[in-house]
């Protein structure tokens, strides 16, 4: 015979959820998605009215689905924000071109303004160039590093007071293995926050921190919603892709295993004689930095030096090498802050705001 949801007990029920294993119906998995997104919103009290929010949209599932949801509760629970999507194009043949029509294509759909920034523009480098250079090994690195800037500058441009972003239960999970496998504590004391905030920089959240991937992908399949659903053509050497692998196998083992190691990563502290590194800006460019150059900085240097493992491993050893960059190397614009600043350096930023 079969099941009722347990939330109503009038539908029958079609979905058992991954994270609860409770059996629902449609209309109910909806509610309890939306509503669990809305309460972790409440409780870190992410928002205030009035605020100008930039969805970091990708095209994929979760950036898609986060819009949609955004829009949907903002208008349900009157959070009165001003929305924005904010795409980075990395510059990826065969991958980013296609994502980002999808993107556009959720522009009309959710009615929302969009801006588009390049790495061509902003590093003078795309990411099939560096692939070139670097290799499917490192190439990561570089993309991550140039992701979290050109989305600081597009929300700068922007003048938003904030950045969202899909970052899933599984991501941060993910995120905490890693940290843990390669002792990196300065990370792992952070990587569990819902935002964070570097000096001079817009605050970043995360209201997707206990949302797990296989409910997101449940919700835009059933919402029929448009999304890209392609890896991208460099990610499978991904350093990543192993805690994903262990963390798929743990859930397997145990469902609340995603969970239970993001609350781990909030109950971790540090001592208080360890010597942690100190947030400041990095001398060439502005940006947020805990030494006297960002990783940007480096890394950009060491591609436009033709030196690119320059960033990669030991950097002192490299740049001790190799000598002090040729006062002709190309480096990134200045980290805007003024309005006059912003105004004039809008030759970065494709596409048009609508």
């Known amino acids: 015979m079969p099941r009722t949801c347990v939330i109503c007990n009038k539908e029958r029920a079609s979905i058992k959820r991954p994270k609860t294993g409770q059996q629902v ?7 309890v998605f939306e509503t669990e997104i809305h309460n972790t919103i409440a409780d870190n009290k992410l928002f205030s009215k009035g605020d100008k929010v930039a969805i ?32 980075i194009d990395e510059g990826i043949t065969g991958y980013r071109d296609d994502s980002l029509e999808t993107v556009k ?34 190439n990561c690195t570089f993309c991550g590093v140039f992701r979290r800037q050109a989305l600081d500058r597009g929300a700068v441009l922007l003048e938003v007071d904030h950045i969202i972003t ?42 997707f921190k206990y949302t797990y991937e296989k409910e997101i992908v449940m919700y835009a399949y059933f919402k029929k919603l448009d999304y890209f659903s392609t890896e991208c053509i460099y990610s499978p050497n991904a350093y ?38 100190v947030q400041g800006v990095c001398k060439r460019c502005g940006y947020m930095s805990s030494n006297e150059l960002c990783k940007a900085c480096v890394l950009l240097e060491g591609l436009n030096r033709g030196l690119p493992k320059l960033g ?38 494709e596409g048009t705001l609508q």
């Open 25 to 31: 119906c449609r209309e109910c998995f909806y509610y």
């Open 56 to 87: 970091a949209a990708s095209g994929g599932k979760d950036s898609t689905v986060l819009a949609y949801v955004m829009k949907l509760l903002n208008e349900r629970y009157q959070y009165g924000l001003n929305l924005f999507l904010l795409s």
């Open 105 to 138: 294509r959720n522009q009309q759909q959710y009615d929302l303004p969009l801006k588009i920034i390049s790495y061509s523009e902003l590093y003078g480098w795309s990411m099939d160039q560096i692939v070139k250079e670097v290799g499917l090994k490192n």
């Open 166 to 207: 899909g970052h899933n239960a599984d991501d941060i999970a993910e995120t905490v293995l890693m940290n843990i496998l390669r002792g990196d504590i300065a990370r792992l004391q952070r990587c569990t926050e819902i935002s964070t905030t570097g000096e001079g920089c817009i605050r970043r959240s995360k209201p």
């Open 240 to 277: 990543r892709g192993h805690a994903r692998t262990f963390l798929k196998d743990l859930e397997v083992i145990r469902p609340s295993a995603i969970i239970d190691i993001i609350h781990s990563g909030e109950a971790f502290e540090v001592k208080r004689e360890v010597k942690l590194p």
């Open 312 to 349: 990669i491993g030991k950097t002192n050893r490299m740049r001790k090498k190799h000598g002090d960059m040729p006062k002709n190397t190309a480096t990134i614009p200045q980290f805007l802050e003024s309005s006059d600043e912003k105004k004039s350096a809008t030759s970065i930023v």
